[in-house]
Each structure stands twice: as C-alpha cells, then as structure tokens.
C-alpha cells in the first residue's frame, strides 16, 4: 500500500477519485506530457491512465505512485517502479508549470530517491530523462545521480538513464 510522503513543503500521498480532473490537466499539459512517457496523448488516454492507477496498480499493489501537493493543491505526480529498462527501479516524477522554479522537483526526486533507499532497501535507484531535457539531466546531477549509458528510441531521440546508489537524505512516512 502507498504511503504517505512529507518533506519540507509537498505531502505526496495516494490518488482518491476527486483527483481526476487536476490529474488529466496535468498531464493535458504539452509542457509537462512532453516529457512523459511517448508524450502528449489524447484525454481519454490520461483518463484511463487515471482510472488504472486504482484498477490495477493500487489494487494489486504493484508499485506506489502518489498526488503530489502543495498547500493542499496537486502540483505533480510521483511513482517509483521496477522496470526492465533499468533492470530496477526508477523515479518517475512530473510537476505542473506554476510549481517550477521554487527548487520543488529537487525536494521531491530526494524524497523519492530516499524512499527508494531508506523504505524499499534499494541498493541503487534509476531515473530516464530524455537527453533534450536540460533541466531534469541537470536535476538528478545534482542531487547525485550520474550518466551511465543513453538509449536511442525508435523514433531517434536519445533517453538518458541516470543512476544513484548508496544512501540518500530522509524522508518521513506520515502515520
């Protein structure tokens, strides 16, 4: 079960139904799909994206994926997943163009790097960026994480896949 994350300004915790509407415009947004997954997507995509975050990850309890908030507001998206692309796990993490800017994407790849090491026990913890996203590249750099080999996708684009091991800073489980 997905649990509730605190850091110095976000509260990351499961997704519950009344989220859909921010969720989609999240991920509606071109700035922020861009950088997601094949990129932007039609609504009804975001939607069922949505509605099997419930069905299948919450319900088998397949990987934790949280709202991200501030203020009480949703400002992004987090998960942290095994995938064979890094053969471990990765970071996956999105915040909405108003919450960029204010250091927020640093506190929360820390808190899902931390968790990653401190909660799961992992040994190292993975992130892919595409190679043309500057300020995630330099992001993860920053708190750590180093270039260890680039991908070249099917459609010719080069994703970057970044690695850090060891331990990293705290992050509290709300209770």
Do not use: C
Not at 27 to 50: C, I, K, N
Not at 51 to 76: C, H, N, P, S
Not at 134 to 143: D, M, Q, T, V
């Amino acid at each position: 079960m997905t649990p509730t994350l605190r850091t110095e300004r976000l509260l990351l915790s499961p997704y519950v139904p009344a989220d859909e509407e921010d969720f989609v415009a999240l991920f509606q947004d071109e700035r922020v799909s861009r950088w997601m997954g094949d990129g932007p997507v039609p609504e009804e995509e975001d939607r069922a994206l949505f509605g099997r975050i419930f069905t299948k990850v919450y319900a088998g309890d397949l990987f934790d994926v949280w709202a991200v908030r501030r203020d009480g507001e949703l400002v992004g998206h987090a998960e942290i997943k095994r995938t064979d692309a890094v053969d471990g796990h990765e970071i996956v993490y999105a915040l909405a163009p108003a919450a960029w800017g204010a250091g927020l994407g640093t506190e929360l790849a820390r808190a899902l790097t931390a968790y990653g090491f401190e909660t799961l026990g992992l040994p190292e913890v993975h992130a892919t960026v595409a190679a043309a996203n500057g300020a995630s590249l330099a992001l993860l750099e920053r708190i750590g994480f180093e270039h260890v080999r680039d991908v070249t996708e099917d459609d010719g684009s080069t994703t970057r896949v970044l690695t850090r091991r060891g331990v990293a800073g705290r992050v509290h489980s709300a209770r």
